[in-house]
């Protein structure tokens, strides 16, 4: 099952009545959604003891064992490599992707900020379409080729109030571009306060005027070999050989 519950499916408590075996898997805002039901003790402790349960990154993991869930890391994501030469574009842009229907929780508001605070850098936002009261170097892009703009900017930004491990962040960093995104994670810049993004922000444009900026070919060879079809494939024949 791919999103997470500890209680009021039909469909589970049948397969667990049934002895079924269920493997859970742990997305994002699932976990939110279980930390309610956890506090007014709206849950099941069948779905938490008789469920195998997996996430795919140690902060999941460790929100999951805040509310009694020992879940296994399990990566389900799978990062084609698509690309034939990643190049750093002429004038600096920042890329992010901010959701449709959910635009404060995705993090528009932090992008507005920079873009008031970085006036001469232009900010490209995909996914979303329509917002009111933006800088004039905001431009919402709504649904684009993700991978031409992944190859026309100079830095992701990932900042949402809640997040599993993001598929855009192993995107951008697979195209060996600065990442900044507000979960530790490899070959990120990490930050968990504006303070700390405008700062490396600042110091990322720095290096781009001088032309000292350059392609992180570590990075993009940790997306291709820890998210390549193959292993991750190999990985969930492991696991459930074993449930």
Known sequence: IHGGDIGNSGTINLALKLKKKIVMNWAGTDVLAAQVKKNNANYSTKYIDKIH?????????????????????????IIENTIKKSILPEKFVVLTYIGQDRPEFCGINTIIKL???????????AGLSKY??????VELLGWTDMEKEYMNMSVYI????????????????????????????????????????????????????????????????????????????????????NV
Not at 115 to 125: L, M, Q, S, T
Not at 132 to 137: E, H
């Open 53 to 77: 349960h997996f996430c795919g990154s140690s902060w999941l993991k460790q929100e999951l064992l805040d509310i009694g869930i020992n879940a296994e890391i399990l990566d389900i994501l």
């Open 115 to 125: 873009a008031k605070d970085f006036k001469n850098i232009k900010f490209r936002v």
């Open 158 to 241: 990932r900042n949402p109030k809640h997040d599993g491990l993001s598929c855009s962040v192993l995107e951008a960093l697979n195209y060996g571009k600065p990442v900044f995104y507000n979960y530790d994670f490899n070959y990120v810049n990490y930050f968990n306060n504006y303070k700390t993004l405008k700062s490396q922000l600042e110091n990322v444009i720095e290096k781009f005027s001088k032309k000292e900026l350059k392609i992180n070919y570590k990075a993009i060879e940790f997306v291709q070999k820890e998210f390549s079809r193959e292993k991750i494939m190999n990985k969930f024949l492991g696991v459930f050989k």
């Open 132 to 137: 009111s009261n933006l800088p004039k170097n």
